[in-house]
DNA sequence: AAACTTATTTGAACCGTTTTAATCAATACA
DNA sequence: TGTATTGATTAAAACGGTTCAAATAAGTTT
């Protein structure tokens, strides 16, 4: 069954197409009793008028972003998106969000939707995987449409606002081996995830730039969630000597980091007394949790700002600009969870 | 300076706006050096093709639908939204999720963008205060756009999905009634939200229905975030003599329960030994907790589901389908904050 | 070199609205 | 009664692309 028009519906009741799109649009000219002939008939053909077609003659002079992020219900994202938010909306944007749930797929669909929805451009964060594709990405580029990456894709030169996530985990272990700390491990993220590559990376990294000597065993595969964290850091403590405190735990994220802190509480091992614990993000509860986590602060929020100003400045331009890149540095936030054992 | 059309660059490029397209396009058909010919040209207009044309012809199967929820940060909305989603993408749709930050303005605007990108559908939770504007939901209507509310409005006649706000408070006092509590106090949201008009009602009703008088003190101010729940802890229970123990803090939300619950720590009160808290919302961070929160699990992710499937069908029906209103219900889940005095 | 093929390109029709000048009808004015 | 004036409605021209049959160009075969 085919969609009926506004050339149906003047066709039905028996005006022409002009008077219906005068009743849609409200407009005074047309007679009373003619509107609400006119717009029974919409309703009983329940015609729904085309926005595209709409918008088509007149120009729009609307201000829309689209951001596609990795998980909805992720505060990674969300506080993300509220720093995008805040510089967009002063710029008079409205942003739309979408989740391409790590589905290289759906990221494809979505950003060819805000394409060919004419919003104005998008800032990315992108699928990463084994074989990316970035055939969509191409296809944007193609169209001049406007785009910002949240991070390094290879293959192709596009805008990039990211962060330092290997920086980011050194700082951790950097501030750990200053405070004397000589048995650091890491509970690490998610096999696929890129972030947890470069994290784990980091942690070598600071090792190899010490005297202190990198071994595979001080890397505990673990996860991205809560309970993650948790179980995991029941399995690993649980059969750790005591005798080995104080020892310490760089996380992949705060959220297990968060977990362990709750395992350690259950099996009775005290933070930061006998293991020091350091996340990574610093969502909004880790300062609340007690003890409060020393974390590695993401600057989420000037991420957000930066990648939109890139964005809008991109979008706005009259020519097309160079390509832009840039990465921000991480902030150590010492709390509660870390012991200091030079003092 | 006019935005550039394919006419533009057809005739800079000296070929007809046939051969844009199917460069544009990716068309196999036009010759490799035409193709980078034009392709330059493209680029030195900076030329972006017009989606909403693009799409205008050929009939579009693409399936989306919106969400307007009232703030980004925070989790009761992405639950929410993950809800929705869930539904959604069995059914082959994407959403775009735009946030009105309670602003009315945001509201319309975001709504009107929605139904003029042929988004098909949308859920709104709408912003609530004195003087409510709705003419932009009449607007919808007049399109026949669909719509689902997730909380009554008056004045028009919609769609709703809601929760039952009224009830959800009086599952907690009633349960703290039950378990011999006798000194129950409120820790309210924010003057202007709706919800915690309704809490309190809930609250006071409980009262009511049962042999406790209510009395205004009962009603303490508190807000929505963990500060306002720390904050008004701190400030009601250092004068709170002790001597009144045991009493009961029913929350207007988890986040404000948490608050409270970090204030009493601070202050050396033990929960729920001497205080017991009960939250509302029950939030993924809840459960977690130490001590776990005592809360109203609002079904947000039925909520979610329940408006999806609503929209959805409304969105595929060939006819106007009749006004449809489903309210669901909460369900305490009592956890580690609640003390029983009946043992 | 004529006759076929195949590779490119063009031009006109079309998509579903809005817009506006023009028409028609009804009423008011002189 | 003829002439403005006002009120409603219409018809045709946009809007900015896509599509596709037809035209043209380029290569191949005999």
Not at 76 to 90: D, H, P, S, V
Request: aromatic share 6%; net charge negative; hydrophobic share 40%.
């Amino acid at each position: 069954m085919k969609k009926s028009t506004i050339q149906d519906v003047a066709e039905q009741a028996g005006v022409s197409k002009g008077t219906v799109s005068a009743v849609i649009n409200g407009k005074a000219t047309v007679k009373a009793s003619t509107r609400e002939h006119v717009r029974e008939v919409m309703k009983a053909m329940n015609f729904r008028p085309k926005g595209q077609a709409r918008n088509l003659k007149g120009r729009q002079i609307e201000r829309t972003v689209g951001i596609i992020i990795r998980e909805l219900d992720n505060p990674f994202y969300t506080a993300l998106a509220t720093g995008i938010k805040k510089y967009a909306n002063e710029k008079g944007y409205v942003e739309f969000i979408a989740s391409s749930e790590a589905d290289q797929q759906n990221e494809e669909t979505i950003s060819q939707l805000f394409a060919s929805k004419d919003v104005k451009g998008a800032i990315i964060a992108p699928v990463i995987n084994e074989n990316i594709e970035i055939e969509h990405l191409f296809r944007l580029k193609l169209l001049n449409y406007p785009f910002v990456l949240l991070k390094e894709v290879q293959g192709i030169h596009a805008n990039v606002v990211s962060i330092n996530n290997l920086e980011a985990t050194k700082l951790a272990v950097r501030y750990l081996m200053e405070t004397g700390h000589t048995d650091i491990i890491h509970f690490a993220g998610p096999e696929l995830s890129s972030h947890a590559h470069e994290r784990i990376n980091g942690f070598r990294q600071a090792f190899s730039e010490s005297t202190q000597i990198f071994s595979d065993s001080m890397l505990v595969p673990c996860g991205s969630q809560f309970q993650d964290g948790f179980e995991t850091g029941i399995d690993f403590f649980k059969r750790v000597d005591p005798k080995r405190f104080p020892m310490a735990v760089v996380c992949f994220n705060d959220v297990i980091a968060l977990g362990l802190s709750s395992a350690l509480h259950q099996l009775k091992i005290d933070v930061p007394n006998q293991v020091s614990i350091v996340g990574n993000d610093d969502i909004e509860i880790a300062k609340h949790w007690s003890p409060a986590l020393t974390t590695v602060h993401t600057p989420l929020h000037e991420l957000g700002m930066k990648a939109a100003e890139v964005l809008i400045r991109h979008i706005e331009a009259d020519q097309i600009l160079p390509v832009e890149n840039h990465v921000l540095d991480s902030e150590l936030k010492i709390r509660e969870t870390t012991l200091d054992l030079t003092k």
